[in-house]
């Protein structure tokens, strides 16, 4: 992959986990949405983070919403995504618990801001490992 290339399409991520980033942070500080969209938010901000390092470190971008396997795919060429080992599997509960109905708990806005965090910390792991200017 070209170098501007991959530095283009690490961007477009970048955008997308943005994009989430704001309107996870609007529904958190106004209240103007739910519990649990804020947690899907978390996931999707954080999804997208690690999709950028997978394209980064010129890894195979797989199309999966597991953070845990995609936070494995990491691993050999960051060994230190352990660091963001419990915020990935805290996150992958929120992808299909937030989506569908069933046997699955509401969520507060405590676990929201907790998903928040969790999603920040992917964020700032993933600044740590990108030298680039975004």
């Excluded at 519990?35 to 901000?45: D, E, H, K, R, Y």
């Excluded at 992808?95 to 965090?117: H, L, N």
Aim: proline content about 2%; overall charge negative.
């Amino acid at each position: 992959m070209k170098e501007e290339n991959k530095k283009t399409i690490i961007e477009r991520w970048v955008k997308k986990a943005q994009e989430d980033e704001l309107n996870l942070q609007s529904i958190l500080k106004h209240r103007d949405g739910t519990p649990g969209v804020a947690c899907f938010l978390s996931q999707q901000m954080a999804e997208k983070y690690l999709k950028g390092l997978l394209i980064f470190f010129d890894l195979e971008l797989v199309r999966a919403h597991d953070l845990i396997k995609l936070s494995s795919l990491l691993e050999a060429s960051a060994p230190q995504i352990t660091e963001i080992v419990n915020e990935a599997a805290l996150l992958n509960e929120y992808y299909i618990k937030t989506r569908y109905v069933g046997d699955y708990p509401e969520f507060s806005w405590q676990d929201a801001e907790k998903a928040c965090a969790a999603a920040e910390k992917i964020k700032d792991f993933f600044l740590k490992n990108v030298k680039i200017n975004f």
